[in-house]
C-alpha cells in the first residue's frame, strides 16, 4: 500500500538552530500539505502545494519557516531559527486532487522537540 | 475563530457497546467531512468521509450522520473494540472559487474502549 514517507522520525534541536523535514507524498498526488499539531489540538495547515505552487501558505509564520516543492513531487519544510514554541509534530499530507471531496493520506510525522 | 468543534475532549465506553463522537461545525461553505483515527507518535489515519448531499454513509462498524441545519456531525462505531481506542478528529473543507480544500480539523476527542 502506497503510503506518505517523511524524515527525520524525531529530530531534538536547541533554540535558534535551523531544523528540516522532508516529505514524499504518494506517487500521483498533486496535492501536498504540511500541518503542525501542537499536543491536545488538532492538526493546523501551515502550507498547501498543488504540484509545484504554493496555494495557501496563510498561516505559515514566514519570517522563520520556509516550505518548497522544487519539482512537484517531494517537499522540505524548514524552520530557522527554531524557538521552544515550535515544538509539535510536524505532519505531511498528499490527496489525488484540490477539489476538497476527497481524502488526504498523512505520513507518520516528525515530532520536533525544541529545547 | 474555531471553525470545527469536537467539545468532548474523551469519551469512554464499554467494548461491545456502541462509541458516539461528536463534532459541530460554522462554516456552511463546508461540503465534505472526513472522520481520521491517530495513534500515538502516528500521523492521522483516513476512516470515513461524507459528503453534504448525503446525510448518512455507512462503513462496517463505522457510521458518520450529517445534519447540515445543524451543522452538526457525528461518528457512531458500533460494536466498539478496545483496538478502537485512540484519538478522533473530525475535519471538514470547502470547495468552490476562492477555497483551497483544505482540511479544517476539529481538537480531537479521546475515545478509550475498556474490555
Redesign the interface.
Known sequence: EAE?A?SPRYKITEKSQAVAFWCDPISGHA?L?W?RQIL??????LV?FQDESV??DSQLPKDRFSAERLKGVDSTLKIQPAELGDSAMY?C?S?H?????T???????T?LTVV | DQQVKQNSPSLSVQEGRISILNCDYTNSMFDYFLWYKKYPAEGPTFLISISSIKDKNEDGRFTVFLNKSAKHLSLHIVPSQPGDSAVYFCAASADGSGNTGKLIFGQGTTLQVKP
Do not use: C, H
Request: a negative charge; hydrophobic letters at 35%.
Open positions: 506518505v517523511q496535492t500539505y500541518y491536545g489540538q488538532g492538526p493546523e495547515l498547501q496555494v495557501d505532519l499530507a490527496s486532487f484540490w477539489t476538497g471531496k481524502e488526504a493520506f498523512f505520513g507518520q510525522g515530532r
